[in-house]
């Protein structure tokens, strides 16, 4: 979701978005680094409903 929030404030902004005189271009490069870091989006679908499915069988 930052993701992709991030990006359509950064298309929103037009090209002034990736420059460092606003927040949205250090916003979008950290959910960037955070999709690598955590792996790639069905990972982190899996790994979300591992989570969930584990609190709703208890």
């Known amino acids: 979701i930052a993701q992709t929030l991030t990006s359509k404030c950064i298309d929103f ?12 271009e250090k916003f979008f490069r950290d959910a960037k680094i955070g999709t690598i870091y955590e792996g790639t989006s069905n990972m982190q679908l899996q790994t979300i409903a591992k989570l969930i499915e584990r609190q709703y069988t208890q």
């Open 13 to 24: 902004m037009g090209g002034v978005g990736f420059t460092r005189d606003f927040p949205q």
